[in-house]
């Protein structure tokens, strides 16, 4: 089970970090990559970012490298966002998801074996 938190509503400029926490028995959290995708009203979900297990290798979408860090720590089962500088633009909702296909496009959501329920980000003008 992954579980969001850490979404709401920022001014532009403002930043937020959302948490995705893991949980399940028999769930090798360290053994999954962790990705984050968003989902704006009427848009399809997109790709916001991920990092592998071990951590050494992350990737982000355009629209957010140089904003955004994904981060994530293996002893407590979680994962992290760090959204700084935020426009209005990333408005979304935000979902956490995991899959142990690594050898797959992870920029692809249908890559990813496990979802959150989302958490909501809104960015005001």
């Known amino acids: 089970q992954l579980v969001e938190s850490g979404g709401g509503l920022v001014q532009a400029g403002g930043s937020l970090r959302l948490t995705c926490a893991a949980s399940g028995r028999g769930f090798r959290f360290s053994g999954y990559v962790m990705g984050w995708f968003r989902q704006a009203p009427g848009k399809e979900r997109e790709f916001v970012a991920f990092i592998t297990w071990t951590g050494d290798r992350t990737s982000y979408t355009d629209s957010v490298k140089g904003r955004f860090t994904v981060s994530r720590d293996n002893a407590h089962h979680a994962a992290f966002l760090q959204m700084n500088s935020l426009i209005p633009e990333d408005t979304a909702i935000y979902f956490c998801?995991?899959?142990?296909?690594?050898?797959?496009?992870?920029?692809?959501?249908?890559?990813?074996?496990?979802w959150g329920q989302g958490t909501q980000v809104t960015v005001s003008a």
């Open positions: 998801a995991a899959t142990e296909r690594s050898h797959l496009l992870l920029s692809t959501p249908s890559s990813y074996d496990f």
